[in-house]
């Protein structure tokens, strides 16, 4: 715990506001809903650039593991741009506090949900009512929710996206200076309901300033065993212009992992080269993404200035950004871009797919391993430009 408070002390000075009304950093407070029990936070900063964009806000549910619902930017011409693919608070609300699930599974289906302690798919021996599976960590057993199943025939059901969706969070603060605003949280997940080892607490930071951006969680192991941690998030980036074909994606990455198919997403084991691909997304300027559906995790990762940089362009909307992952423990990046949809997800994360999966032989699957008083960050940071 000591770990824990120096983290906080360093991440923000003390200005704990009042858990009985809405944390806002705007005239509005009474439009803001509670989501998942607590009040949804908004920080705002006006616009001051006639020239460049510049993120505007943050719209956070800290009642559903401080998942970024919304981020909004202005864009000189073009007024403010939702850049991530988002509804309305009232039906976020609705989605999540209404129709969602007991795992919380329709949380990454919009915004930005924080993914810990694993992204993406983990299999496992099926419970017999279907509802659980049983996975291995260095000999220890690991029971997790089986929480998603594709649509075909065969399909097998599987863990996915970790387990902070309806986490709640304590210990709050919000600061706001001339430049920005910024909002921690803590959520102590313990043992993540009994599905995992030893006791975590997460201090998740979000940051607002014109020119970025920031997301960080720091995974602390409060408990007496070792336990495995991996971390991302899942934003779905909105292309403004509403027309998917046209826009593009650089992802810097020289392999990709090999998929059973695109319904079960299952790696085989197998990392594959991107020369001569469809995976090759190298262009410095970013490759058409047309009519082509990915569901895919990149890895040996291109690293220039300290960060391995994706970048989405919507050139019909004159619209960019840059997506930065900032920790050297992101070792992979999945991009989900369906054709038939409006947004692009890139999702910086740790770790390849199925982590404990046997598929894998040898290979460091890059889950890290947090002995008790250990810490581990991730950190992304989003930047705009005019293209």
Do not use: C
Not at 185 to 213: C, E, M, P, R, Y
Not at 224 to 243: D, M, R, T, V
Not at 321 to 326: C, K, M, Q
């Amino acid at each position: 715990m000591k770990t824990l408070v120096r983290a906080l002390a360093l991440l923000l000075p003390a200005l704990p506001l009042s858990m009985a009304g809405p944390l806002v950093l705007n005239s509005h407070a009474q439009a803001l809903p509670e989501i998942g029990g607590q009040k949804v936070i908004l920080l705002t900063r006006n616009a001051v650039s006639t020239t460049q964009p510049e993120f505007t806000s943050i719209t956070v549910a800290p009642g559903r593991g401080m998942e970024i619902l919304q981020i909004t930017a202005n864009f000189p011409g073009k007024g403010n741009v939702d850049v991530l693919a988002s509804p309305d608070l009232a039906s976020a609300k609705k989605m999540l506090d209404v129709d969602d699930n007991d795992n919380g599974d329709l949380g990454y289906r919009l915004g930005s949900a924080f993914l810990v302690p694993y992204p993406n798919r983990i299999r496992g021996k099926l419970s017999a009512d279907g509802k659980t599976l049983t996975t291995e960590w260095q000999g220890h057993s690991l029971t997790l929710p089986a929480n998603n199943i594709g649509h075909l025939a065969g399909a097998e059901r599987h863990a996915m996206h970790g387990l902070i969706l309806k986490a709640k969070t304590s210990e709050i603060r919000v600061n706001k200076d001339p430049g920005g605003a910024q909002v921690t949280g803590v959520i102590h997940a313990g043992n993540f309901g009994g599905h995992w080892f030893s006791k975590t607490d997460l201090v998740i930071t979000i940051t607002l300033t014109a020119d970025t951006v920031d997301a960080s969680i720091e995974a602390h192991n409060v408990g007496s065993e070792a336990e495995p941690i991996a971390i991302a998030w899942h934003p779905y980036f909105n292309l403004p212009s509403g027309n998917r074909e046209q826009a593009k994606v650089r992802i810097p990455a020289s392999t990709v992992a090999e998929v059973d198919n695109y319904d079960n997403v299952f790696p085989t084991g197998k990392i594959l080269p991107v020369k001569g691909t469809k995976f090759d997304l190298n262009a410095p300027d970013g490759t058409v993404l047309a009519k082509t559906f990915f569901d895919d995790n990149w890895s040996h990762l291109d690293w220039k200035g300290g960060a391995v940089t994706v970048q989405i362009v919507d050139p019909a909307a004159h619209y960019g950004i840059n997506i930065e992952g900032l920790s050297p423990e992101i070792k992979t990046i999945q991009m989900y871009a369906p054709p038939d949809k409006n947004f692009v997800a890139i999702e910086h994360q740790y770790n390849f797919a199925d982590p404990f999966g046997k598929e894998w032989g040898g290979t460091d699957t890059s889950m890290v391993t947090l002995k008790p008083g250990e810490s581990t960050p991730w950190h992304v940071r989003l930047r705009l430009f005019v293209p």
